[in-house]
């Protein structure tokens, strides 16, 4: 038999398919589904814990908010005062004060956001009740004193007490969770004689912490038959999401045996049997009121949709490889060996070898790929080639800038020296100079960054305009054509205009008997800015301006004599048609035009590129 699958590949095909792929496959998940079903089991208390952390950081948060709000008024002069009056049974009194204190918790928290005291216990012992200050207080204090709310041994901590009826409220509202409340007092010392000054009477009903964990017994979190509740050291029910917990305030059995496993309880979850049923337990330590929150989840109903998963998996694994099988048929016969060459190419171009070019012949979809894959892959390698020039030019550049920048802080303290010295000497046109060229400098540097403003680019030229001005005084007259509302919300790459504008002065004074007048123009247009430099010097004959065409593209030209490299004006404009390429991909944004003694316009192009104010 196995002779018979031995003579052609298709039938090995076969007979691995049948040996090598289904049967193993089907061994394989059979054994997969046993070892990984502890493994999800494990991901579902993950996933509990993961719910319960975000819930104890809610409710953490909550008793945060109640500890600020009490260091708010534990020593605040004005809430004082009113704790520290005797109101000898004047309920009038009491209740305008009790309205200003209610005015003052309105304006320190506007929005409500905080949990407000709702009640004071004052060093006389009455009570200021801001929830129904019209209600007979004498069971309040009779509850109080049986709490014992001025214990010493509470320091100045906030007690939390068993959950119980609101009796701060004479009506009810019909709903449990409103009606069942946690006070939380906390005693206010005199820090100089040791005296309480006032208690604290916090009073949180069950639902704002039931509204904590609510979502979690939703059928797509831990599912709808799981039991949450929130409990103390002593296993008394703080919240809890069954109602009959709530309002019978009995111990349920299934209550007593989680706590009675503390130990357990330290790692975070486990698993307990509990009539007749086993439950998957996770907990939780709320740490600032030591609190414990409790997931009990069945473990039937966890594993319920990952032991269907598993079935429909096998089921569709199988389907599957009998359809691989019949499609391995026809493969087999027509698209094996031209799949062969592709993945042999494949893995040497993974290996590293990128000209691994596939040699197809005849016609087919796979021949056509074969073609397509050796375009991709020429693709590839011009594109790794572009790529790693295009950085190597950009880090170049990006080096002659930082070589180029001096420590600004000694140039600024210098160029200030300079200043004062000029003042001092009377010779103030230094001073304005020096000025110029700290101005100029400190825009340049810049902190660093590449795009700016065209208004600070504008300014940088200005300050090396004023600096040249100094030089040739009436020999050079300058004109900025420019909306500055027009361009105020775009950018530009810096450095931009004084390199073009430094041209003008190099050459275009060369030879001439009259002003030199420049022109700096900023147009914008739909999709870009043109600024153009425009000059009436020398100007640039045809020769000579077809080389600096060239240059401009291309760079240096190693080919012409030192002396005419020295007369162009491509090497500088080159730098800026780079650096436009490089930050934008704008090809051909520098271009010159120039006649002999007629004058030079140089047109430098770039994207509107909005400022990060406006593009927000």
Known sequence: MISYFAKSLKRQLIFYIILGVLFPLLFVMAVLFGLNRGEMEQQAVENAQQRLELVARNIEQLMNNVTNVSNQYAYDASFQAYTQKRYNDEPLDMIRDIQRILLMFGNSDPLGNNIRIKAVLTKYDEILNFSDPLMDQTEVLKKLADMDVKNVNNLSKIIWHLLEDNYFVSEKTGDPRQDKVLVGTRRIVNFYSGNVNCVH?????????????????????LGEDAVIFVVDNEGNIISSSSLPMITDQERDPLIIKVMSRQEEMQSGSFELSEGGRKYLVSTRLVENVDWKIIAVSPL??????IDTLFLQIILVLTLCTFICFFIILFISRRFLKPITLLKESMQEVYDGTMDAYVDMTGEGEIQEMGRYYNSMLRQINQYVKDRVETEKKKKQLELEVIMGQVNPHFLYNTLENIVWKSSEA????????????GRMYRLSVNGGKIIVRIQQEIEHLMSYINIQKVRYKERVEFELLVNYEEIRNYMTIKLLLQPAVENCFMYALEGIDHVLKIWVRVKVFKDIIRFEIIDNGAGIDRVHLQRIRIQIEQGSLPDIEESSRKKGTGIGLHSISERIKLYFGLSNAVSIRSSKNRGTVVAVTIPLILSEERQI
């Open 201 to 221: 009477i916090f009073v949180i009903p069950e639902a704002q912490i039931w509204e904590k964990y609510k979502s979690l017994t939703a059928k797509e979190d």
């Open 426 to 437: 009377g010779i103030p046109e230094i001073g304005r100079l020096a000025a110029s060229l």
């Open 300 to 305: 039937s109903a966890v594993t319920k949709s």
